[in-house]
C-alpha cells in the first residue's frame, strides 16, 4: 500500500506490535522508525509526553499551540488514560502499557503502538498504525499517517537527542 512503510526495516515491520491484538484483520497497516542517538530510557521519557501534545504539525492538530520543548515530568501512561492532547482536548484513549518498551494507545478509529527498542547505531523508535477501514479509506489514512507520523517521530528524536547532550550522558553508539 502506498505510504505504508518510513524508516523501518523488513524485520521491524515483521515483528509483534501491541495494537496487532486489537485489530486481528486490519485493512490498513504501517510502520515508521526512527534511530535516535540517545538512551532508551531518554527516548521513552520523551515519548511518554505525547500524552501532552502531538508533537507533530502544531498548526494543524493542536490548534496552533506548540508542543513543549522542555522535558517534562509526565508519569507512565497507565490503560485508561487519555493518549494526547489535541485539538483543544483529550483524544484516544491507552490501551496497554510495557513501561519503558511500548505504548498502545487507539485514537480516531486506528490503534497505534509505539516501540523504543536498541538498535546497532542507537535507540529505534518505531511506531504501528493499524485500522479496519473501508478499502478506498486505507491509502488515504496511510499517507496522510505518513504526512504527520514522520514529523512527529523527527521532532521526538530531536528533541531526545537534545536532552542526551544536555545530560552528558554516552549514548548508545
Partial sequence: MIGDRWGVSP???????????????????????????????TVWARLRQVRLAPYSYDLL???GRRSPRERLDVPEPRVGDPFTRALGG?????????????LTATIMGAHLTYAVAPGPDGT???????????????????VGDLVMARRQLLTLKRLAEDDQRQTGATSRR
Fill in 11 to 41: 524485520e521491524e515491520a515483521r515483528r509483534g506490535y501491541g495494537c496487532d491484538a486489537f485489530v486481528p484483520a486490519p485493512t490498513m497497516q504501517a510502520w515508521r522508525g526512527v534511530t535516535v542517538d540517545a538512551e532508551p530510557a
Fill in 61 to 63: 492538530d493542536n490548534l
Fill in 90 to 102: 483529550d483524544q484516544g484513549r491507552v490501551l496497554a502499557v510495557v513501561p519503558g518498551r511500548e
Fill in 124 to 142: 529505534r523508535l518505531l511506531l504501528k498504525v493499524v485500522a479496519a477501514t473501508p478499502h478506498w479509506v486505507a491509502p488515504l489514512l496511510s
